[in-house]
């Protein structure tokens, strides 16, 4: 599976668009882009995937660049309850390989 | 939604004791589940998948005789560490996937804090 680069942390003031980068240029065609989070002492929660189109549901929007070597999820209206590490990987079979992700800390 | 339980969520073993970890999905069948290993401020760390009816598949470097999981039923994976010493203290967490609907997405258990002591 295709490697990702993430920045190691972001914060975003309450309220505001939170946009998370993600680098994942060794995408192959076949290779699908999650996002995933993990608050503190829990299981990973999905929040979004795609392919090549952009997606948005009710938690997130995520937009994959035409050539698919990047992607951004952006939580359009960051809460306190949104911090924590986002996970972007990118996989073709079940299986996940978590990366060290982004801690995204929401401030008031 | 789909749900993945894990019990127990907490668990404090004497070091060369065994512990048995189990991983339910409640409302969906899951032929694969996979269980991951997590040390503090670290990255979730795969170990092994693990297939209903037939042996589990382990990630390279980690000892299939210490992590010995059992995958008997399509709503239940046992994580069983043994001879548990300090070092294996972790928290430990099962996903699985539902086929339904087209849905693409894995589940997770809450995990399970395991300390040696």
């Known amino acids: 599976d295709a490697k990702t680069t993430q920045p190691t942390s972001m914060d975003c003031a309450e309220g505001r668009a939170a946009n998370l980068p993600c680098n994942h240029s060794t995408i192959s065609g076949n290779e699908y882009v999650y996002w995933y989070r993990q608050i503190h002492s829990q299981g990973p929660q999905y929040i979004i995937h795609g392919l090549k189109n952009n997606e948005t549901n009710e938690m997130a929007s995520l937009i994959i660049t035409e050539d698919r070597k990047s992607s951004t999820l952006i939580l359009p209206h960051a809460t306190l309850r949104d911090t924590a590490v986002y996970y972007c990987?990118?996989?073709?079979?079940?299986?996940?390989?978590f990366g060290t992700g982004t801690r995204l800390q929401v401030f008031p | 939604g789909a749900v993945v339980s894990q019990h127990p969520s907490w668990v404090i073993c004497k070091s060369g004791t065994s512990v048995k970890i189990e991983c339910r999905s409640l409302?969906?069948?899951?032929?694969?589940m996979f269980w991951y290993r997590q040390f503090p401020k670290q990255s979730l760390m795969l170990m092994a998948t693990?297939?209903?009816?037939?042996?589990?598949?382990?990630e390279q470097g980690v000892e299939k005789d210490k992590f010995l999981i059992n995958h008997a039923s399509l709503t239940l994976s046992t994580l069983t560490v043994t001879s548990a010493h300090p070092e294996d203290s972790s928290f430990y967490i099962c996903s699985a996937r539902t086929p339904d609907r087209g849905r693409n997405e894995a589940f997770f258990g809450q995990g399970t804090r395991l300390t040696v002591v």
């Open positions: 693990s297939n209903e009816g037939s042996k589990a598949t382990y």
């Open positions: 409302d969906f069948q899951a032929t694969t």
């Open positions: 990987i990118v996989s073709k079979t079940d299986k996940l390989i």
